[in-house]
């Protein structure tokens, strides 16, 4: 398995780029609603992998979105 990235979420009542560990708006305190889609970071590539151990036993949990493009 490839390094991890965390996913991207952008809030529908503010208009403001979440970080996937963050279930409701860091903005507005809206939760995250089923509707709004997980976005890959803006430059993948640069993208810090993550390392650590809590958010990475909540990545090994398994999967809270499937991939639009590959569906995984």
Partial sequence: MGR???MHWVC???GHRN???HKSCQRCGD???AS?????P???GAAPSVT???L??????GPDWQCGYCGS
């Avoid at 709004?36 to 890959?40: A, R």
């Avoid at 990475?56 to 949990?61: C, E, F, K, P, V």
């Fill in 4 to 6: 991890k990235i965390e």
């Fill in 12 to 14: 529908s009542s503010c």
């Fill in 19 to 21: 970080l996937g560990r």
């Fill in 31 to 33: 939760p995250k609603d």
């Fill in 36 to 40: 709004e889609p997980w976005l890959m």
């Fill in 42 to 44: 803006e430059d993948p």
């Fill in 52 to 54: 650590d151990p809590a």
């Fill in 56 to 61: 990475l036993r909540q990545a090994n949990a």
